[in-house]
């Protein structure tokens, strides 16, 4: 399915639409009112100060770790013991957990990734705050699993970090990365666990296949590259978050 298609199936309406003074927002807390964490006129940091006042402890707990997550074949959200994958069900680990941040592996395509994260924004929005899930992915764009990083499986297919580094050219990298941005966006995936900056200086490492190799100067390159089509000049909402990792020095 084209990725234009896609991002219309990640744009769905919401049932907690009400009207404030002529301005519509969403009720998330359902308590019939506009709050400032619901109003998008109002600036981050209030928005977030009012929603973690209205949060538990249990909720605020929830909101500081990243599950993996599995996506059942049709889209569901139910627990599904034939579902591979890593993790469990996203809807039960809000339920049991008050998880709102979830991590993809394998995945059983594009199309349907969309219709389970609209409907995973859906169940969000009757929780007690209607907090929205946010998904991530460790990378998914090149032709092998190595670890942590998933095959195309109908995303575009790029040959592996260390292959860039080979290449050493960063308007591709930058290519490469606002490419896999719009994907991602159409698919629901906001956070990117990648790029991988260490230094491929150690050969007993297993994580040498997300470098960009060893030489430090053509990976401080290719990162930039690679965070700017990812990002854009500032995060915003076409951008996807990229977390830069994984403690080098």
Known sequence: MPTNELNELVQQK???VKEAD????RDLNKNGKLDIYEDPRQPIEARVDD???QMTLEEK?????????????????EPDPNTQGFGRAAKTQMLEQWMHHFNLWQIPGPEVVARWYNNLQTFAETTRLGIPVAIASDPRNHFSNTIFSMTANGFSQWCETPGFGALDDPE?????????REEYLAVGMRVALHPQI???TEPRWPRISGT???????????????????QGADL????VACMTKHFPG
């Open 212 to 230: 960009f190799g060893e030489d430090a100067e053509v990976s401080a390159r290719l990162v930039r590259a690679y965070i700017e089509g990812f």
């Open 14 to 16: 919401s049932s907690l």
């Open 236 to 239: 915003g909402p076409n951008s």
């Open 51 to 53: 929603l973690l006042s």
């Open 61 to 77: 707990a929830g909101t500081l770790f990243i599950n993996g997550a599995v996506v059942n074949p049709d889209g569901s959200l």
């Open 198 to 200: 260490d230094l491929a």
């Open 22 to 25: 002529g301005f519509a927002f």
């Open 172 to 180: 591709l990298v930058r290519q490469f990365a606002e490419i896999a």
